[in-house]
């Protein structure tokens, strides 16, 4: 079946490559999705970057490219953020120029109308790395506090990622405010699109370090001083346990939500997708939330808009060794929400299963050793990975399960949003069926609700 991989409700380019979402904003009332392209071919090029719009958060319209690579002083438009100044729509982004030193310097696009941008005449608005720093040195994210503009900047100093903090009035003139933050040595050698924002009186840092051993991507919570200026770090977190989760991107809509978007990646693998002609999607929108001083994450309510017909609501009882709990359940797109209660038996839980269960992408949760697991072993094209999210910390709780499905994709909202999980999986069309079932003895599920999802 053509094109059977492209997501229905996730966004993804109309064909080449995606990686990076940029520039997220909403200006004058509409979401605007800016992300890393090649409009060439499925897999990563000369980047430009691409363009979408929503009013929803779901239903989104594509725009023309809003920046080529197209100046001297680039072979390649790297990833930014955007602003509002006034009604100019400012896109701020690391122009990346191969065989030229500096390599990476920070431009200015400007736009009155959202659509169409000029660059700025006078750029880089800063010409490279400070002394010390390696030429990695990109993806600046610019926010406003008190009476000044700020951006962080990804860089790399003796191996070991950080984030530079620069500040300017205008957008245009910016100085070098100082080292913000580093890695305390085991936090990758160059940290990649940052963001630094507050959520709920909580300074966050988000980044995605190359070369982390433990992590891909990090929130970091700490105290900030903007005037030393420095960050420091209290204590960091993975911010979602998939292997295809990376260099997301937070903004803040008009009603004060904070809102995550990330690339679903496609590094790795041959993956039918490529031979449609495209490569790479972003998740479902987040709202970001503090519980308990840790970040968290849950789709947006717009979600609501995706429902198209609930197919199943209430109680469930889960006999030991009966595997066909959710008998009459199909579909490539759904929501599957429900709660685990505590100090229960093993559960399992199968996804997009074959008629033969041959193929299945595999949920359990043991409560002896609480561990909450996702096997890819079985799940069809792709690489046969297997992740386990141990919840030992959280006492003996219920356990809250949300999980979106979307043909080739997989997001989990584990335990009110605290883990998540995101992923690829490639089955057959024809793996659409689902079981859950207990082992040891009986479990009762008290709140199962399954809905269909697409767009209307």
């Known amino acids: 079946m053509q094109d059977y991989y492209r997501p229905v409700y996730h966004f993804t380019p109309r064909q080449g490559w995606m990686n990076d979402p940029n520039g997220l904003i909403q200006f004058r009332g509409t979401y605007h999705a800016f992300y890393q392209h090649n409009p060439y071919a499925p897999k990563w090029g000369p980047m430009h970057w691409g363009h979408a719009a929503s009013r929803d958060l779901v239903h989104w319209e594509h725009l023309p490219i809003a920046l080529y690579p197209d100046q001297d002083y680039e072979t390649g438009c790297f990833s930014g953020s955007a602003v509002d100044n006034k009604g100019e729509l400012t896109l701020v982004y690391t122009a990346h120029h191969d065989g030229r030193s500096p390599r990476e310097t920070q431009c200015l696009a400007l736009s009155r109308d959202g659509i169409y941008f000029n660059k700025y005449e006078k750029n880089p608005v800063i010409g490279g790395a400070p002394a010390g720093y390696s030429e990695e040195f990109r993806d600046p994210k610019v926010f406003h506090h008190g009476e000044t503009w700020y951006s962080v900047v990804g860089c790399a100093r003796e191996n070991r990622g950080g984030v530079l903090l620069y500040r300017s009035k205008n957008l245009r003139q910016w100085d070098l405010a100082g080292r913000f933050c580093e890695s305390s040595g085991d936090q990758g050698i160059m940290w990649e699109c940052p963001n630094f924002f507050e959520i709920d009186g909580a300074w966050v840092l988000l980044v995605s370090p190359i070369d982390m051993e433990k992590a891909r991507t990090i929130f970091i919570t700490g105290e900030v001083d903007f005037e030393k200026p420095v960050f420091t770090q ?223």
């Open 234 to 456: 209290k204590r960091w977190r993975k911010a979602d346990y998939g292997y295809d989760f990376y260099a997301p991107q937070v903004f803040t809509d008009d009603r004060g939500r904070r809102i995550l978007f990330s690339w679903m990646d496609l590094w790795k693998g041959d993956f039918s997708t490529l031979t449609d002609g495209w490569a790479g999607a972003l998740t479902f929108p987040r709202e970001l939330f503090l519980e308990n001083g840790v970040v968290c994450q849950r789709p947006v309510e717009e979600l609501a808009l995706l429902r198209k017909k609930e197919l199943f609501s209430g109680p469930l009882s889960l006999l030991p060794g009966k595997r066909n709990n959710l008998s009459g359940i199909e579909g490539d797109c759904l929501e599957i929400a429900f709660t685990i209660p505590k100090n229960e038996a093993f559960l399992t839980m199968y996804l997009r299963a074959s008629g033969d269960r041959k193929e299945k992408t595999v949920l359990s949760w043991d409560p002896s050793s609480r561990m909450f697991s996702l096997d890819k072993g079985h799940s069809g094209i792709g690489r046969p990975e297997k992740i386990n999210i141990p919840l030992k910390e959280d006492g003996e709780n219920d356990i809250d399960l949300r999980i979106l499905i979307d043909r080739s994709s997989l997001e989990l909202f584990l335990y009110g949003g605290k883990y998540t999980v995101t992923n690829w999986i490639f089955p057959q069309p024809s793996s659409f069926f689902y079981d859950i079932f207990a082992e040891g003895r009986e479990i009762s599920i008290p709140d199962m609700r399954i809905f269909e999802l697409g767009l209307g």
